[in-house]
T-cell receptor
Framework: AQSVAQPEDQVNVAEGNPLTVKCTYS??????LFWYVQYPNRGLQFLLK??????LVKGSYGFEAEFNKSQTSFHLKKPSALVSDSALYFC?????????????FGGGTRVLVKP | NAGVTQTPKFQVLKTGQSMTLQCAQD?????MSWYRQDPGMGLRLIHY???????DQGEVPNGYNVSRSTTEDFPLRLLSAAPSQTSVYFC???????????FGPGTRLLVL
């Protein structure tokens, strides 16, 4: 079975400092990895994805993520956080070999960027 | 394009009542799915569909039914609401399962 772990419930960072949101995954086949962001009372918005190719993936709003196969991780990063980055972030994995190609989400990490 | 739309935005039910959560997309996506979001548990897949006339169960299907008579619509039915179904429900769609899913704004459901 596929699974995703986001070990931190909340990450606090000062504006202008680097932001990292951690994600590790477990799949039996090749992973498709995604990051989504959710602002209050809104649906999920796509940030970036890894399917294949370069391990460093660049996405929306200055975010990037690094796929590390040996550590089964896909951490989300931003070099300089903004107050407007405060939101709930979800990592998700899809095992292409799994029946129905289901997308499994982590529990979410709340990011709070302080001015 | 309106993208993925969901109605209603908020609903209060009494235990035992039934209702249908509506979801529609205008992007001609084949793959549609329903998730529920509960604090600390992320999003869990309820049911999904890979095309009109084809549906399958996700991780937490009990108490919910779906149908897919058209490409555009994917309603979720609660046959007999229970307090455990209090949650926020999201519908999502994509061209194919491995591609990016686009989410609707959600329906907040409270079952008393």
């Amino acid at each position: 079975a596929q699974s995703v772990a986001q070990p931190e419930d909340q990450v606090n960072v000062a504006e202008g400092n680097p932001l990292t949101v951690k994600c590790t995954y477990s799949v039996s086949g090749n992973p498709y990895l995604f990051w989504y962001v959710q602002y209050p009372n809104r649906g999920l918005q796509f940030l970036l994805k890894y399917i294949t190719g370069d391990n460093l993936v660049k996405g929306s709003y200055g975010f990037e993520a690094e796929f590390n196969k040996s550590q089964t991780s896909f951490h989300l990063k931003k070099p300089s956080a903004l107050v407007s980055d405060s939101a709930l972030y979800f990592c998700a994995v899809r095992d292409f070999k799994a029946a129905g190609n289901k997308l499994t989400f982590g529990g979410g990490t709340r990011v709070l960027v302080k001015p | 394009n309106a993208g993925v739309t969901q109605t209603p935005k908020f609903q209060v039910l009494k235990t035992g009542q039934s209702m249908t959560l509506q979801c529609a997309q205008d992007m001609n996506h084949e793959y549609m799915s329903w998730y529920r979001q509960d604090p600390g548990m992320g999003l869990r897949l309820i049911h999904y569909s890979v095309g009109a006339g084809i549906t399958d169960q996700g991780e937490v299907p009990n108490g919910y039914n779906v149908s897919r008579s058209t490409t555009e619509d994917f309603p979720l039915r609660l046959l007999s609401a229970a307090p455990s179904q209090t949650s926020v429900y999201f519908c999502a769609s994509s061209y194919v399962p491995q591609e990016t899913q686009y989410f609707g704004p959600g329906t907040r459901l409270l079952v008393l």
